[in-house]
């Protein structure tokens, strides 16, 4: 196991359209993160996952937006109706609960057109 | 609530000078303290991170960093600068005890000069 991996890492699409990002955590990790991060800002978070539990969920992440992990093992993060103020880099990262270090994925750059 | 500000959205320094890149946090609680590096079109990249104990952390790629409760500032350093240090360095905070999520600076992009 290599580290974190997403797909597709570049997705263009219309506004309107539905998209869905696939992260691929490291394997014994628990927890499993998504964050966006548009140009010149830090990531900011989005929402975790312990297992396939939900446990948070920012007030960035709106109805359109919708995250899973249904076996505990990958995620996917949908937004549905795209808007052009959803262009981002989203980032997946996961951790060992103990340790508290997140690894971060090389992301998946979405551009709304 | 916890915060991170980093001072300089723009560092530039000559190949071999020292590497001063500043981060000052607000948190209720104690914190863990990261610094992570992003090169273009990459995710991040752990350099440190202070959790509890030793106050100096030492990380990869030569830099550390030192952890000043007083100050609420984990500055990271290098002695010398190289060209691939070039990139964009986030300092993050979370909260202590448990991973949780992160809260990240706005960046600091470094500069490397012949």
């Known amino acids: 196991d290599t580290g974190v991996s997403q797909d597709p890492r570049h997705k263009i699409t219309k506004r309107g359209q539905n998209v869905t990002f696939r992260c691929d955590p490291i394997?014994?990790?628990?927890?499993l993160y998504w964050y966006r991060q548009t140009l010149g800002q830090g990531p900011e978070f989005l929402t975790y996952?312990?297992?396939?539990?939900?446990?948070?969920k920012s007030r960035l992440l709106s109805d359109r937006f919708s995250a899973e992990r249904p076996k505990g093992s990958f995620s996917t993060l949908e937004i549905q109706r795209t808007e052009q103020g959803d262009s981002a880099m989203y980032l997946c990262?996961?951790?060992?609960?103990?340790?508290?270090?997140?690894?971060f994925g090389p992301g998946t750059r979405l551009t709304v057109l | 609530a916890q915060s991170v500000t980093q001072l300089g959205s723009h560092v530039s320094v000559s190949e071999g000078a020292l590497v001063l890149l500043r981060c000052n946090y607000s948190?209720?609680?104690?914190?863990?303290l990261f610094w992570y590096v992003q090169y273009p079109n990459q995710g991040l990249q752990l350099l440190l991170k202070?959790?509890?104990?030793?106050?100096l952390v030492k990380g990869i790629n030569g830099f550390e960093a030192e952890f000043k409760k007083s100050e609420t500032s984990f500055h990271l350093t290098k002695p010398s600068a190289h060209m691939s240090d070039a990139a964009e360095y986030f300092c993050?905070?979370?909260?202590?005890?448990?991973?949780?999520?992160?809260?990240f600076g706005t960046g600091t992009r470094l500069q490397v000069t012949l």
């Open positions: 990262a996961s951790s060992l609960e103990v340790l508290g270090e997140q690894f």
């Open positions: 394997s014994e990790h628990n927890r």
């Open positions: 996952f312990q297992n396939e539990a939900q446990l948070e």
């Open positions: 948190s209720s609680v104690p914190p863990y």
């Open positions: 202070y959790t509890t104990g030793a106050t």
């Open positions: 993050a905070v979370s909260p202590s005890g448990t991973a949780s999520k992160l809260t």
